[in-house]
């Protein structure tokens, strides 16, 4: 390539006009443009006529000096929003963060990351402080991601400090599962596709989730003999459910991650 360039180097010093291209053109064209071409020789050392479009990287007619004169700029986004509250109050609904995109891709660049994101959330309390999302019968999980990123007071105003440390895990064999769950790939809902039948499962039992009165969690299981079938449903895709059976209740979870998941 050195030697190609030196040679060109030296054309151009006894004709002038050899090396026209993007540059002397002023073009740099998105996609396929049959109209944004120029004269001179091309990447593939052809000389004639050369394109100056983001598509002559494949076609392999691309000017001597596109890579120069129309560099690759990838997408650049902005950090990503706080998360927003839940859609909804006292049901199971969605929480979103978005991002900003500070620079749009060119010359074939990386294209924009997804710029919006959702996850399930449920809300304990109504925007008038009443207590309330504690009467579901399914038991509703999420990623024990999810217990970093909440706080025990902001979403249950009537939770004591004085039993703050209060919490317990719950073991569950997993009977069956919607095909819904391993079709999951969002980033913040992947986790479901680590639910598997027959497999041994933790879930965290913790505030907000726990009721303040009852120090338990809606379908936690804890009354079952063990042989009940009881019912569960992922946050963030409603027809990612199943059943499983209480194995055991214990003070701490031990799981593996994926196979350990939090009330909520």
Same mark, same amino acid.
């Given at each position: 390539m050195r030697t190609l360039w030196m040679a060109l180097c030296a054309l151009a010093r006894l004709w002038p006009n050899a090396l026209a291209g993007c540059s002397d053109a002023g073009r740099c064209c998105p996609g396929r443009d049959l109209a944004c071409f120029s004269h001179g020789w091309r990447q593939d050392r052809v000389y004639g006529t050369c394109f100056c479009d983001q598509a002559c990287r494949l076609t392999g007619d691309c000017c001597f000096d596109y890579a120069r004169a129309c560099p690759a700029r990838p997408c650049i986004v902005g950090e990503w929003s706080p998360?927003?509250?839940?859609?909804?109050?006292?049901?199971?609904?969605?929480?979103?963060?978005?991002?900003?995109?500070?620079?749009?891709?060119?010359?074939?660049?990386?294209?924009?990351?997804?710029?919006?994101?959702?996850?399930?959330?449920?809300?304990?309390?109504?925007?008038?402080?009443?207590? #309330?999302?504690?009467a579901f019968? @399914? +038991?509703?999980?999420?990623? $024990?991601?999810?217990?970093?990123?909440?706080?025990?007071?902001?979403?249950?105003?009537?939770?004591?400090?004085?039993t703050e440390d209060a919490g317990y895990c719950m073991e569950f064999k997993t009977e069956s599962l919607t095909h819904h769950c391993a079709m999951e790939n969002r980033p913040l809902t992947r986790w479901m596709q680590y639910l598997r039948e027959?497999?041994?499962? #933790?879930?965290?039992?913790?505030? @907000? +989730?726990?009721?303040?009165? $009852?120090?338990?969690?809606?379908?936690?299981?804890?009354?079952?003999?063990?042989?009940?079938?009881?019912?569960?449903?992922?946050?963030?895709?409603?027809?990612?459910?199943?059943?499983?059976?209480?194995?055991?209740r214990v003070e701490q979870c031990s799981c593996p991650a994926v196979h350990s998941f939090i009330f909520i």
């Open positions: 998360w927003s509250g839940c859609a909804d109050q006292c049901r199971p609904t969605a929480r979103v963060r978005r991002r900003a995109v500070r620079q749009e891709p060119r010359n074939g660049g990386e294209p924009c990351p997804a710029l919006e994101e959702r996850a399930g959330c449920l809300e304990y309390a109504t925007h008038q402080g009443q207590d #309330c999302g504690h019968v @399914p +038991a509703f999980i999420t990623t $024990s991601a999810f217990n970093k990123q909440r706080t025990r007071q902001a979403a249950s105003p009537q939770w004591s400090t004085d027959g497999y041994t499962v #933790c879930v965290d039992c913790q505030p @907000p +989730a726990m009721n303040s009165a $009852s120090l338990r969690c809606s379908g936690d299981g804890l009354d079952s003999d063990g042989n009940q079938t009881l019912h569960w449903q992922a946050i963030g895709n409603p027809r990612c459910q199943g059943t499983w059976k209480k194995v055991r």
